[in-house]
């Protein structure tokens, strides 16, 4: 009601700077007009429909790089499971390589078991003894050398005699 008597009185008054509420004077806003007020609903329904628009372009921009990101997404994917089945492919390979080698090895120790076997010392020594000649080396002819693993070495000079 206050409001009402406040609007009364600027009108009937005709001066558009002051108005009452209760025993209140105060100064009021200017009244603006129709044209005005037109004015600035076409130009805010003119931002709002820029807006929707650029919302509209941004939509559009946002599922383009949506889309972009899931291809980005999904061939990493692709790459990935390649790389996991070439590296389940090759453990495969690997496991057979390791079986042909274990394989390889035991057919190599059994030949050289038989190789051992098969050979006769005490005939090596009596046909050394009776054909060429030769004799057993005695305790101090003898020396022995250690090494630390399985290497082959070859003699170049003789051994010294100490």
Do not use: W
Request: aromatic fraction near 8%.
């Amino acid at each position: 009601m206050a409001e009402r008597r406040t609007y009364d009185a600027r009108r009937r008054s005709g001066n558009n700077r002051y108005g009452v509420n209760g025993n209140a004077a105060y100064e009021a806003a200017p009244v603006r007009r129709r044209k005005e007020i037109h004015r600035e609903t076409i130009e805010t329904s003119r931002s709002v429909e820029n807006r929707r628009n650029s919302l509209k372009r941004m939509s559009f921009i946002d599922v383009l790089m949506c889309l972009v990101l899931a291809c980005v997404v999904f061939s990493g994917f692709v790459m990935l499971i390649n790389y996991q089945n070439r590296i389940t492919e090759e453990n495969e390979q690997i496991a057979e390589l390791k079986k042909d080698l274990a394989n390889v090895v035991a057919s190599n120790d059994e030949l050289e078991y038989n190789i051992n076997s098969s050979i006769d010392y005490e005939e090596i020594c009596q046909k050394a003894e009776s054909e060429l000649g030769m004799v057993v080396a005695s305790k101090d002819q003898v020396y022995f050398y250690t090494r630390s693993s399985d290497e082959y070495m070859k003699q170049v000079k003789d051994v010294p005699v100490e």
